[in-house]
């Protein structure tokens, strides 16, 4: 990983905070801003943009996961969570609030690079994997579209499957228009009618 690694670092108690801060600039990190964990998660990153954001807690409460949860959801980053105790439901919490990284009892300097890059290579696997069950949910979304207007056009046109599927396509090219927003106006269609 080359460069600095920007870290946003987030933690109740500052003579920790402090030290893991020192640590990380050893590391070869740039610690981008200071945090506490009452704070507005989501807003201390949109403005400081970090590459990854450390938390360190005793142990993660429900309002700390929460802001971890939202962070996720609009801006997933790469988390690193170090806890002084863990338990397993804590441990599962937190992993489905985002966290990359659940380390206990492990914010050692000589430790803190390794683990970063390990959670930020985790972070974009998981990422890949949500974008490509995205990509495949809307795939099989207008594939359900097009068999339904293909339905519909060979019940109202009297036309069989492949000759519904090629009007279709022509509807598309046609009207420059993807296929699935021509199904979904031929649904609209039969619906009005």
């Known amino acids: 990983m080359a460069g600095k690694l920007r870290v946003l670092l987030v933690d109740q108690r500052e003579e920790r905070s402090s030290e893991l801060a020192q640590g990380l600039e050893s590391a070869g990190c740039l610690v981008v801003a200071h945090s506490t964990p009452s704070l507005d ?28 949860r939202r962070l996720d959801e609009t801006q997933p980053h790469p988390i690193v969570l170090f806890a002084d105790e863990s338990d397993e439901d804590s441990i599962r919490r937190a992993m489905r609030a985002g966290v990359a990284a659940y380390v206990v009892k492990g914010a050692q300097a000589d430790r803190v690079r390794p683990v970063l890059e390990v959670a930020m290579a985790r972070f974009r696997e998981h ?18 579209l097009v068999d339904r207007a293909k339905g519909i056009l060979m019940e109202k046109r009297q036309l069989s499957e492949p000759d519904a599927y090629a009007l279709l396509r022509k509807m598309a090219m046609d009207k420059s228009l993807r296929l699935a927003d021509v199904a979904r106006r031929v649904i609209d269609m039969a619906e009005l009618l």
């Open 127 to 144: 990422r890949a994997l949500v974008d490509e069950l995205a990509q495949v949910k809307s795939t099989l979304k207008e594939r359900k």
């Open 41 to 68: 998660l989501s807003r201390t990153v949109a403005s400081c943009k970090p590459d990854v954001v450390i938390i360190d807690v005793d142990s993660p409460d429900r309002d700390t996961l929460e802001g971890m």
